[in-house]
């Protein structure tokens, strides 16, 4: 039975490597059987520079550990200075004896590996997974290495000419043969993942008698990348890269892995790290400095070679904007310069562009791009010139989401974002993204896998979201492909294009979500769908009562942290009052809380021991044990289709459960229509709207917000005014007779 094996390149593309690449080439035909990896300088366990760390490191099911270190030129002498073996090349070049470094290195994987009892017998003082190692010679043939391989000390790994390697690997015993879950805590001790996993080491499991001790269980999981997550982190790209998944397939993990590698592989590399949403800045900086920390033994140096930045920045944070304009002498604008723009950031970029974009010089080494569909085509204009090398050697690598925007589900392509050059080219073509790069290493990579929000949420979200459920769904995908991009599977029609009319059956596979909450549920007798809690109130503050009185109930009956409880507003404009009066209530319980952005500073979210009051837009890029949903019966008849978006915004934040809250007539059509979809869950069942009734629909979602509101003021106004409505039905059927 074939596994799977995987080549992980890291940085080998960017170095000229012939006799590694071939090595590479030969180690992966005779493992293909295997489950597992081959990892190029992959994992450097602390080890102060690349030169300690062996070129291969194979990590399988059947065989364990092996080790491997290519000697690329001849060792014409060895000597030994200060007690130690050193090697001396042909070329002029010495190194300290290779053998060793192997030696000391599988030191640190010992180490590493006795971080889990089930790897380390302590009685004994052995490790528990077998460990091979080998030295290759590409130049010296076996009587020379006998000549001075052993001379100085007996070491255990092998040494092998070149032309031996064949048989050597054919020698290595396959007689470990552990199962999945084992594989994936080796892989997670080694790459060093382990490091934000909360996982406790309990005697017994507790009884699960509240909310919090489900969701306590549910994410005491190892913490371990998954096959796309490990591709897309810990490769390092010699031109550009595109990310792409849903909320909570861990986008922003890999890129944080991403800049924390390279920042430690290559530290005069200028490194920028640019994102959304600003209560993002220190979550995307404890993740860089957690593995960089534990790798690199000191602290990231985010003071001049990584730059985490904000799209916008102030004078509280900086930001792209804000230090480009200093950089350039130009004063900044502020958002009261540019408000009831259709796109705030499309503006102060353009402007960017338009005063000092001929002056913009190469500044970066590596651009990592996080929530890139919320940045307009200008912002990666502006990365474009940032960014050094020729246009298909810049390393700009962006993280789209891949459902977080219904202005644009189809996801733009380089050249409509990158700009174009002086004879009206794109500056990056389409093309860019096909193919490989040398190692194999992907250049659009899907992560199809979601962590974060439990399935009968996320299909919830997405149910909505989409409109499936309603007389005109405002949102489609037309082919298996892009289902499959977002973890769907398309059972009807069998047809590669979805037709207008086709009777369409899509599946959620279980495999694709992994949070475990759903599963613990349905093991306790528990009914899943229930993580999905809806309310019709009568009023706008009866649902302030409501919200208020069941997080009281969660933080005292139900042991829930408050931080872990957010409740997101999807009123988008005139809402701090309504925020407001939800926090006096829960003072009244003794209920401390945080509103982001109107009472405290725009980064703080989730502060220990307060519940945050947040809006969709602030809460990107966030997640909470627990999210309630304000004035939920506006996703209803929103004819901008803007509600539906943050709609999916707000439920796809969660880890736990999620009470969907609101008023009225069009609440309970809201509940109406999240009740045809728990009844079909786990699987889609709906009719293929025409590709021109959607264009029409999604017209509205690129108008300004204050031409948003102009609408919606005279829709209100029809609606409210029978009279005004029969009118307005005259003058429509005088003007369809004529």
């Known amino acids: 039975m074939s596994g799977s094996f995987d080549f992980l390149a890291g940085s080998l593309a960017l170095e000229n490597k012939p006799f590694h690449l071939q090595v590479a080439e030969l180690i992966k035909k005779k493992f293909h059987h295997c489950e597992g990896y081959i990892g190029y300088k992959l994992a450097t366990l602390g080890r102060a520079s690349d030169s300690d760390v062996p070129d291969f490191i194979i990590i399988t099911k059947e065989h364990g550990i092996v080790l491997i270190d290519i000697v690329e030129y001849k060792v014409s002498s060895v000597a030994e200075v200060q007690g130690n073996e050193v090697w001396h090349y042909e070329n002029g070049n010495s190194s300290a004896a290779r053998n060793f470094i192997v030696e000391l290195y599988e030191e640190e994987v010992k180490s590493r590996l006795k971080n889990d009892a089930i790897f380390y017998n302590r009685r004994k003082k052995t490790c528990t997974v077998p460990i091979t190692s080998a030295v290759i010679f590409c130049k010296n043939n076996n009587s020379e290495i006998d000549n001075f391989y052993q001379k100085y000390a007996d070491y255990e790994s092998s040494c092998i000419e070149y032309g031996a390697i064949d048989d050597w690997l054919d020698s290595v015993e396959e007689t470990f043969h552990c199962d999945s879950k084992t594989l994936g805590r080796i892989f997670s001790l080694l790459e060093g993942t382990f490091i934000y996993e909360n996982k406790k080491i309990l005697e017994e499991e507790p009884p699960l008698n509240t909310v919090n001790d489900y969701i306590q269980k549910s994410l005491n999981i190892t913490f371990n990348q998954d096959h796309s997550q490990r591709i897309a982190s810990m490769q ?188 009206g080219t794109p500056n990056m073509s389409d093309d860019v993204l096909d ?219 969660t880890r736990g459960w999620c009470y969907i809250v609101g008023y009225g007539e069009k609440m309970q059509m809201l509940v109406d229509e999240i009740s045809a979809i728990k009844r079909d869950f786990p699987i889609f069942n709906f009719i293929c709207p025409d590709p021109e009734d959607v264009k029409a629909r999604k017209s509205y979602l690129h108008k300004s917000d204050s031409e948003i509101n102009e609408i919606q003021r005279v829709l209100d106004l029809v609606n409210n005014n029978q009279e005004l409505r029969r009118l307005l039905q005259d003058q429509f059927n005088k003007k369809k007779g004529d």
């Open 236 to 423: 390092l790209t010699p031109g550009p890269q595109r990310i792409r998944g849903l909320a909570g397939t861990g986008k922003t993990i890999v890129l944080s892995l991403k800049a924390a590698i390279t920042h430690k592989k290559f530290p005069d590399y200028k490194i920028l790290y640019l994102f959304n949403t600003q209560s993002l800045y220190q979550n995307v900086q404890n993740s860089i400095a957690r593995y960089y920390t534990l790798e690199a033994k000191k602290a990231p140096d985010f003071e001049s070679n990584l730059n985490v930045y904000h799209a916008w920045g102030g004078r509280q944070k900086p930001g792209l904007y804000s230090h480009i304009c200093q950089q350039y002498g130009l004063t900044p604008l502020t958002l009261g310069d540019v408000r009831g723009a259709s796109d705030t950031l499309a503006t102060i970029y353009a402007d960017l562009l338009k005063k000092v974009g001929s002056d913009i010089k190469p500044e970066y080494d590596l651009i990592l791009i996080d929530e890139a569909q919320d940045f307009p085509k200008e912002l990666f204009e502006v990365v474009f010139k940032l960014a050094k090398g020729k246009s298909h050697e810049k390393r700009i690598v962006w993280a789209y989401d891949e459902f977080q925007s219904l202005k644009d589900t189809q996801i733009k392509g380089p050249s409509e974002l990158f700009g174009l050059a002086k004879n």
């Open 435 to 653: 193919g490989l790069y040398p190692g194999d290493i992907k250049k659009d990579i899907v992560l199809s896998n979601c962590y974060r929000t439990p399935r009968p949420a996320l299909m919830t979200a997405h149910g909505i979201a989409l409109g499936l459920y309603t007389n005109k769904p405002n949102e489609m995908f037309y082919n298996h492909d892009e289902w499959k991009a977002i973890g769907y599977k398309v059972l009807d029609p069998k047809t590669k294009i979805i037709a207008k009319g086709n009777d369409v059956k899509i599946e959620r596979p279980n495999e694709n979500s992994l949070n475990l909450l759903e599963g613990i549920m349905t093991e306790q007798g528990k009914r899943a769908l229930n993580l999905i809690q809806t309310k019709v109130e009568n009023d706008g503050e009866s649902q302030y009562e409501y919200i208020a009185s069941n997080i009281k109930r969660l933080i005292h009956d139900e042991n829930v942290s408050p931080e872990e409880i957010v409740v997101i507003n999807l009123k988008s404009s005139s809402n701090k009052n309504e925020m407001l009066r939800i926090q006096f209530i829960l003072n009244s319980y003794g209920i401390h809380s945080v509103i982001p952005g109107y009472v405290e500073s725009s980064d703080v979210f989730k502060p220990k021991g307060f519940v945050t009051i947040t809006t969709p837009f602030r809460a990107k890029g966030n997640e909470a044990n627990i999210v309630f949903l304000l004035n939920s019966q506006l996703v209803v008849n929103d004819f901008s289709l803007r509600m539906r978006n943050a709609f999916f915004v707000a439920v796809t934040r």
